[in-house]
């Protein structure tokens, strides 16, 4: 099992905060999103109010805001009709023009000074999924993509989550053992073939992963298709459970396409 070392995380931190500190001499931070200059490391005031927060009351199942309080625990019309593999779904925020832009620099573009943030703000949004979470599993990517892009986007806030709760990291349960293509443009259906059979669990990590409560982490979530995927190969792998977190999520995909 993959464990954190607390004298190593500690050097860590200490050596990045002092790094950033010697950085913001020479370059002042920027808000995460518009790039805006600022006082200290984080969003502008602007970039802030513009983020659409997914707060209660939700669906109980996928996370997705209601326009009205049903109730506690109710599901709703689209949880009922297609049952989704994972118990929760839980994000910070929509998907809209501030996330995109975030996730986007975050993702793309070497921004990986935006994952404390990120995931301390999913560590708040997600915080009834930690009790009782086993270990925490990034979506992969597949080794290609990983090669050309150098990071897991969703390990690095997998990773940041697990440091701060002291849940256990398993970055190489899952495996992607098929090359996808990109998932952006694709609908629902599409990206649902796109992704069906690309992800399994590592043959060393039965052991690890059998009666295991599993917490699977991603940036973002937009049809749930890739989700679902991870979702069905750590159940057929022996998870007890999974419920997932992501930093956004496309609440209304035909009016937010990703």
């Known amino acids: 099992m993959y464990s954190i070392n607390p004298v190593f995380c500690n050097l860590q931190r200490f050596l990045a905060r002092t790094w950033q500190k010697s ?39 996928l996370g997705i805001p209601f326009d ?16 989704p593999a994972y118990a929760r779904a839980r994000a910070v925020v929509r998907y809209d023009d501030v996330a995109r832009a975030l996730v986007h620099r975050f993702k793309y573009k070497d ?24 270990i925490i599993v990034p979506v992969p990517l597949y080794r290609s993509r990983l090669w050309l892009r150098r990071y897991n986007q969703a390990a690095v806030l997998a990773i940041e989550i697990a440091r701060s709760t002291g849940l256990d990291y398993e970055p190489q349960l899952l495996d992607r053992v098929r090359k996808t293509k990109s998932q952006v443009g694709l609908n629902a259906s599409q990206r ?11 043959e060393s990590a039965f052991e690890r992963v059998s009666g295991k409560r599993v917490l699977l982490i991603d940036d973002v979530i937009t ?8 979702s069905k190969a750590l159940l057929r792998g022996g998870a007890e459970t999974v419920n997932v977190l992501a930093f956004a999520r496309v609440v209304d995909p035909l009016k937010q396409p990703i």
């Open 23 to 61: 950085v913001n001499l020479v370059l002042p931070p920027q808000c995460k999103s518009c790039r805006t200059r600022l006082a200290d490391l984080g969003l502008c005031a602007a970039c802030w109010r513009e983020l659409g927060f997914i707060e209660a009351p939700l669906c109980d199942r």
């Open 68 to 83: 009205y309080d049903p109730g506690d625990g109710i599901i709703s019309a689209a949880a009922l009709a297609y049952p």
């Open 111 to 134: 921004g990986l000074d935006a994952a404390p943030l990120l995931s301390a703000m999913m560590k708040r949004s997600g915080r009834d999924l930690f009790e009782g979470c086993d």
């Open 192 to 202: 649902r073939r796109n992704v069906s059979g690309a992800f399994s669990i590592n």
């Open 223 to 230: 049809t749930g298709a890739t989700i679902e995927a991870c």
